[in-house]
């Protein structure tokens, strides 16, 4: 049984909003577009590297096939694609690849506060945010 907004039956129509003239208040395209990486990823990251200056900040990249990539920077971004330089081995960061991602493949985006003594490189904010 369906409610008269279209909804299963005690739901909310999420495009009711819509519908009503309100479009901002669904959102439309991957979760993890953009500007989530322009503006929310780099004010995340900045604000947890002013809270714990003693730590490296560590971003991993959560692929819906399962892959993680222990995120370097990001050194582009296209309409439908990410450039993401990542850590061959987390352990070392010495080498890294490039690899282009769609937004859609991206299920989860983690940031983590590593101490020095344990990892000496993460995330670069100074190479992040350019768009091609």
Known sequence: MTSTTGGPEGLADPLADVAAGQPDTVPFGP??????FLSVLDDRVREQCDQHPESVPVVELHLGDGTMLDLCHVPGLG???LAAQFYRDR????EMDVTFVPYGLITRVTISMWHRNQRTAGFDLDRTGSQT
Not at 31 to 36: D, E, I, M, Q
């Open 31 to 36: 979760p993890f577009g953009p500007s989530f």
């Open 91 to 94: 352990e070392t960061c010495e």
């Open 79 to 81: 309409p439908q694609w």
